[in-house]
């Protein structure tokens, strides 16, 4: 395996948020508003210039790497339904939830307020991340960034190396799915170890965060998961809702990657969704602008549950300390590096792998 150990991590990730009516372009991230009178807003992600900006703000010219633009080519494509007497039947689920989502998301009229996107030609690229991953249990540090390869389940274990608490949290659990099984049925090394909910409703995430502690969890669209998070995560957690929404996903050409089915939400859907929470004990107006933010819209990558970083867009909610600089941030389940964070997981370096990057 290929990791890229010169990738040198910086604290300066520059916060350029400005306030243009309609929408307002940053570096990597441009804020859509539907009127100017309605302060509630979509973001859309630039996922690949937000890691490009996090690994080369202060790192010399010649020895800048960025992720490459393969890696965010999802090319609009038109699919063939099969006959109706061939499809799969599929249990239905109530509309309520799904569909007053979609509705209250105004997600089509945030889709016309997107810039014209440029579609490049297609080039591809071996899919190195699927590669074994092998390398053991191990842990390292530099400047701004922290990281153990270990196992998540085994957090308790860790606790006497890590900071008493963190200023924001991001958790990518391994949640059980259909897909995941599915890889691992053709290639064991493809799928990763999922964890049901009592194992993760163990985890001592109360042990790791004070009263100003954002808590950000990404979660599948099954209704039992969601459920699971709200009622016995969160409360297990010592944590409280803030807001729950959705991370819509775009082609290249900035359309849906796959129609949004509001009547069926067994069927696949073009988003997953974003909880953000805090500690039970913080301040019950702490951090509700986030709440102005309806969703949030991005080009994914194509490596499966490859997130885009949050750290620039959820800063300017966080109270640090009076003579705080920089906010101290661990993200669980993690599989590349960033600065500020401390990042564990089984595959904590699995997108550090050099063949993903380009230097510049």
Same mark, same amino acid.
């Given at each position: 395996m290929h990791l890229c150990i010169n990738v040198t991590l910086?604290?300066?990730?520059?916060?350029?948020?400005?306030?243009?009516?309609?929408?307002?372009?940053?570096?990597?991230?441009?804020?859509?508003?539907?009127?100017?009178?309605?302060?509630?807003?979509?973001?859309?992600?630039?996922?690949?210039?937000?890691?490009?900006?996090?690994y080369g703000s202060a790192v010399p010219n010649s020895e800048t790497y960025e992720?490459?633009?393969?890696?965010?080519?999802?090319?609009?494509?038109?699919?063939?339904?099969?006959?109706?007497?061939q499809?799969?039947?599929?249990?239905?689920c109530k509309l309520s939830e799904t569909a007053k989502n979609a509705a209250v998301d105004n997600i089509n009229e945030y889709l016309e307020l997107l810039p014209e996107a440029k579609v490049d030609a297609v080039r591809t690229l071996p899919r190195y991340w699927e590669d074994e991953y092998g390398l053991p249990q191990l842990h390292g540090s530099n400047t701004t960034a922290c990281f153990y390869n270990h196992n998540v389940d085994q957090l308790r274990a860790l606790l006497p190396q890590l900071r008493p608490s963190y200023d924001l949290i991001v958790i990518d659990p391994p949640w059980r799915n259909k897909y995941i099984r599915r890889l691992k049925r053709v290639k064991q090394e493809l799928g990763y170890t999922m964890m049901d909910n009592d194992q993760l409703a163990m985890l001592p995430l109360g042990q790791l965060t004070h009263e100003r502690t954002l808590v950000a969890i990404w979660c599948t669209n099954s209704n039992l998961h969601q459920q699971a998070l709200e009622t016995q995560l969160l409360p297990r957690w010592q944590?409280?809702?803030?807001?729950?929404?959705?991370?819509?996903?775009?082609?290249?050409?900035?359309?849906?990657?796959?129609?949004?089915?509001?009547?069926?939400?067994?069927?696949?859907?073009?988003?997953?969704?974003? =909880? +953000?929470?805090?500690?039970?004990? *913080?301040? &019950?107006?702490?951090?509700?602008? /986030?709440?102005q933010t309806e969703l949030l819209?991005?080009?994914?990558?194509?490596?499966?549950?490859?997130?885009?970083?949050?750290?620039?867009?959820?800063?300017?909610?966080?109270?640090?300390?009076?003579?705080?600089?920089?906010?101290?941030?661990?993200?669980?389940?993690?599989? =590349? +590096?960033?600065?500020?964070?401390? *990042?564990? &997981?089984?595959?904590?370096?699995? /997108?550090?792998?050099?063949?993903?990057?380009?230097?510049?």
């Amino acid at each position: 395996m290929h990791l890229c150990i010169n990738v040198t991590l910086t604290a300066n990730i520059i916060d350029n948020t400005l306030s243009i009516h309609r929408y307002v372009k940053t570096v990597n991230m441009q804020k859509l508003q539907l009127s100017k009178q309605n302060e509630k807003h979509a973001l859309l992600l630039d996922h690949r210039q937000l890691i490009n900006k996090a690994y080369g703000s202060a790192v010399p010219n010649s020895e800048t790497y960025e992720l490459k633009s393969q890696l965010f080519q999802f090319q609009p494509k038109t699919s063939q339904q099969p006959p109706q007497n061939q499809r799969k039947r599929k249990r239905k689920c109530k509309l309520s939830e799904t569909a007053k989502n979609a509705a209250v998301d105004n997600i089509n009229e945030y889709l016309e307020l997107l810039p014209e996107a440029k579609v490049d030609a297609v080039r591809t690229l071996p899919r190195y991340w699927e590669d074994e991953y092998g390398l053991p249990q191990l842990h390292g540090s530099n400047t701004t960034a922290c990281f153990y390869n270990h196992n998540v389940d085994q957090l308790r274990a860790l606790l006497p190396q890590l900071r008493p608490s963190y200023d924001l949290i991001v958790i990518d659990p391994p949640w059980r799915n259909k897909y995941i099984r599915r890889l691992k049925r053709v290639k064991q090394e493809l799928g990763y170890t999922m964890m049901d909910n009592d194992q993760l409703a163990m985890l001592p995430l109360g042990q790791l965060t004070h009263e100003r502690t954002l808590v950000a969890i990404w979660c599948t669209n099954s209704n039992l998961h969601q459920q699971a998070l709200e009622t016995q995560l969160l409360p297990r957690w010592q944590l409280r809702l803030l807001h729950k929404l959705r991370w819509y996903k775009l082609n290249t050409a900035h359309q849906l990657i796959s129609d949004l089915n509001e009547e069926d939400a067994s069927q696949k859907q073009p988003y997953e969704v974003l =909880y +953000l929470a805090c500690h039970v004990q *913080s301040n &019950g107006a702490y951090a509700t602008d /986030l709440t102005q933010t309806e969703l949030l819209l991005s080009v994914p990558s194509i490596v499966h549950s490859h997130k885009p970083p949050l750290l620039d867009w959820m800063r300017q909610y966080l109270q640090l300390e009076r003579d705080q600089v920089e906010p101290n941030c661990l993200e669980l389940f993690a599989r =590349y +590096l960033q600065p500020q964070f401390t *990042s564990i &997981g089984l595959e904590v370096l699995k /997108l550090m792998d050099d063949r993903l990057y380009d230097k510049k």
